[in-house]
């Protein structure tokens, strides 16, 4: 019997051309389904009742010592659903013989949650604390690495993920321009440029790299999950309350 998690690496992600950070993140759903079952989920398992029960057991289920947000296992339930939705339309079979039907399971309620963005005074103390930084990510100062990425991400409004898959070839140094490829994108559907400051730009012609090689590289180098942990602790230093790489996009958006 074919696992959810070989039907997800050898069809689903190739056919739906998912990106590296979004197959991780539905394999973490199905860890967490794995140990809510007590074993590799399989097609048997793509059962309504098995599902609510996963979602209401993932609600009450402390991770890492803290309960999740709804948001999560809304997230949880998204993908679960996903890989379900592709299963029924190739019209895959259970164990049994029998075809795999749509999930007819509720989906928990996502509460919509409050804005937050940093403020001004926020990012100029971010910025501050992270020219003070020590050691190197790769062959790059951390010191450059952390406050330039974190102007650029302000001036652009771009997401972190775009940021990430940044090369040096979309960099316009003399033009004092940043070129995001749509697939590096959110929906992989547009590219776009985005102008930055005179101040960023001499800041970037200080490092800069082969055209092939990425700006702000950390996947090369780190786990995406200590990405956060590092701006918790840039956070915690600067004396600002800790918010995600979104929150700089938001802010962008309110300035």
């Known amino acids: ?83 379900w939705n592709f299963a029924a339309k190739k019209r895959l079979k259970r164990s049994d013989g029998t075809d795999i039907e749509f999930p007819d399971y509720r989906t928990p309620t996502i509460p919509k949650p409050r804005p937050r963005a940093f403020n001004a005074d926020d990012l100029a103390k971010l910025v501050k604390a992270a020219r003070h930084r020590r050691g190197h990510i790769g062959r790059l100062p951390a010191a450059w690495y952390w406050s330039t990425k974190l102007m650029a991400q302000f001036q652009t409004g771009e ?31 547009q590219t776009i440029t985005r102008p930055i400051t005179d101040r960023l730009a001499t800041l970037l012609a200080c490092e800069k790299g082969d055209d092939t090689e990425r700006v702000w590289p950390w996947l090369e180098h780190r786990s995406y999950a200590s990405l956060y942990g590092s701006l918790k602790v840039l956070c915690r230093t600067a004396g600002v309350p800790y918010k995600p790489f979104h929150s700089v996009r938001k802010a962008t958006a309110s300035y």
Not at 164 to 172: I, P
């Open 1 to 83: 019997m074919q696992t959810l998690r070989e039907l997800l690496q050898d069809r689903i992600a190739p056919s739906r051309q998912y990106s590296e950070r979004t197959v991780e993140l539905y394999t973490q759903t199905l860890d967490q389904l794995a140990k809510f079952l007590g074993h590799d989920p399989t097609l048997d398992d793509l059962d309504d009742v098995i599902a609510a029960k996963f979602c209401r057991w993932r609600l009450t289920t402390k991770f890492r010592g803290k309960v999740i947000t709804p948001a999560t296992v809304g997230k949880d339930s998204q993908q679960l659903k996903a890989i």
């Open 159 to 189: 997401r972190i993920g775009a940021i990430l898959e940044l090369r040096w070839g979309e960099v316009d140094i003399d033009r004092q321009t940043i070129t995001f490829l749509a697939h590096t994108r959110k929906g992989h559907s």
